[in-house]
């Protein structure tokens, strides 16, 4: 039997509070509560009662991580429950977790120790069935276009260009590329495609950034599956598919409500990577928190480069957010591994706040504390944040939970100010976009596109796509696409190896350098230590 991981035995031994009391706290109403057992449930959005103004947003960010990640869950639910204690209406807003990293090396995404939301085997497993909504409704839309070539075709479909790929919720490299249709002409046509994981998956942005089930249905709509071999694109809409794969999303587009260990309402809803996807939890989420509290901590994957700037560019710039403060989390532990000391280390930290900066936002560093940091190491910290200006706060999350971040909550209540702003105008063209996110985020010297980017980069101008905002996938681990480039590098070149319309989304991505969106399990998986007993107790969930 597995040893039980500190987190799930943490979460275990944790008394929940009825979801009932979590919701009257949240000040939802009862008639808008849709539950799923006493610990969770969905929030009916058509059934809600806005509030006249809106509450604060914070976004929790952080420096470039490790591959362990640097606990910015962790920290924003151990900041929410700190508010909670100063007596604040605060809620959480969170991407839901992907079996993927689950299964993979990173784990889930429920923070840890006595900072977590709560019940944490059922968020980080299969939760309500949003991620499987999400799946049903991308491999539904795959089987219609494969049906509609296989029965005539009447909307002449270039089969070497049906450009929708399937998708499924875990790391599974040999799915990255397939052959479909084998097996004789009763079987389809065969063509070369691939799956994607379904936090990448298009209809996860489209879940993510929609405002409400019209607007659902509308992107859902607009979603190009493949082109004729005249070159024009084919939609959604074109194979009559939008009202089956609305229906399949009807209860998915309603965000779920659970709540951290210190009772904090915590919304968990969507779950796309910000490393090859827009990192951001849902809008609808966002929006509801905004309207039932009046502190609202939000999270965007990794580090400022990725899920922060896609928060604002993307997100933010969408639904005409604005953010009053952000936190970028740092551990002595990233800044050795970006560095080899503190001393080199800390220019990536300093990258982060910089980047924070240019969107019109106050950067708040907050340093995660670990056992095996030093008196030394912390004061050099402080040291540095006073000689440049920059506030910081040291948190104990993992450990004492809201009580560890009290520092930080009262630093950030003291730098909260309104004026963010996204970084690029997407009317100048992609190729722009691309530019100034290259040299002033990534600081590069130029960007350098493959034959296959060009020829895509034709394909938007040509269906006027080139003027949607961007979604850059990049490594996460450095500012150049090389993920060995640690530190805070300059001067190296961006390669685009490809430029993909999302138009029910309403973005390009942009693959840059190796980076993959199905990924791979690593050589010891999480899932070898997950395991569960007779009574039906898990363990090893991290």
């Known amino acids: 039997m597995t040893q039980p991981n500190p987190d799930v035995a943490i979460a275990q031994a944790h008394t929940l509070e009825p979801i009932t009391e979590i919701a009257l706290r949240a000040e939802i109403p009862p008639e808008a509560l849709v539950t799923f057992g006493p610990y969770k449930a969905k929030v009916d959005i058509t059934r809600l009662r806005g509030r006249r103004e809106a509450g604060q947003l914070v976004l929790v960010t952080g420096m470039s991580p490790t591959p362990a990640g640097e606990g910015k869950s962790t920290v924003l639910i151990g900041l929410a429950d700190a508010l909670t204690r100063r007596g604040l209406n605060a809620a959480a807003a969170l991407r839901e977790p992907s079996q993927g990293p689950v299964m993979g090396i990173k784990g889930g995404a429920t923070g840890g120790g006595y900072a977590q939301i709560v019940p944490m085997e059922d968020i980080n497993l299969h939760f309500t069935g949003d991620f499987h909504a999400v799946a049903a409704a991308t491999n539904t839309l795959a089987a219609l276009v494969d049906n509609h070539v296989q029965q005539g075709n009447e909307l002449r479909i270039d089969a070497r260009r049906i450009v929708w790929q399937r998708c499924l919720d875990v790391n599974d490299r040999s799915l990255r590329g397939v052959i479909t249709g084998l097996g004789g002409t009763a079987h389809g046509t065969p063509r070369e495609t691939g799956f994607t994981i379904t936090a990448a998956s298009e209809i996860m942005a489209v879940l993510c950034l929609a405002a409400d089930l019209e607007d659902l249905r509308l992107r859902l709509g607009r979603l190009t599956v493949a ?47 910000a490393n090859i996807a827009h990192g951001c939890s849902s809008l609808i989420a966002t929006r509801v928190a905004l309207e039932h509290a009046d502190l609202v901590l939000t999270e965007a994957g990794f580090g400022s480069d990725l899920g922060a700037e896609k928060f604002f560019d993307i997100k933010a710039r969408h639904g005409g957010l604005d953010v009053a403060g952000v936190v970028v989390v740092a551990t002595i532990r990233s800044l050795k591994y970006h560095g080899g000391d503190l001393a080199d280390g800390v220019r990536n930290l300093a990258r982060h706040v910089d980047n924070i900066r240019q969107f019109g936002a106050t950067p708040l560093v ?79 010297e130029k ?27 990049k490594t996460q681990y450095s500012f150049s696409d090389d993920p060995a480039a640690l530190g805070a590098p300059t001067g190296h070149t961006l390669h685009v190896r490809e430029l993909i319309p999302r138009t029910g989304a309403g973005f390009i991505v942009a693959l840059t350098g190796a980076v993959m969106t199905m990924p791979g399990l690593p050589a010891r998986p999480a899932a070898e230590g997950i395991d569960i007993d007779a009574a039906g107790k898990i363990s090893g969930l991290f």
């Open 366 to 444: 907050a340093l995660n504390l670990f056992t095996t940091d030093t008196p030394a190491e912390r004061s050099f910290l402080r040291d540095w944040a006073r000689d440049h200006g920059v506030a910081l706060a040291e948190c104990e999350v993992w450990a004492r939970g809201g009580t560890g971040a009290e520092q930080l909550a009262e630093v950030l209540l003291d730098n909260l100010s309104a004026g963010s702003r996204p970084l690029y105008d997407p009317r100048h063209g992609v190729e722009a976009s691309i530019a100034t996110l290259a040299t002033q985020i990534y600081h590069a």
């Open 227 to 273: 082109f004729t071999f005249d070159g024009a694109p084919v939609t959604a809409d074109d194979l009559g598919a939008t009202g089956a794969l609305a229906a399949l999303m009807k209860e998915a587009i309603n965000p779920n409500l659970v709540q951290t260990l210190g009772g904090t309402p915590a919304y968990v809803h969507g779950g796309p990577f």
């Open 447 to 473: 960007v350098e596109y493959s034959p296959q980017a060009l020829r895509d980069l034709a394909v938007l101008r040509e269906h006027g796509w080139d003027r949607l905002p961007v979604c850059i996938s």
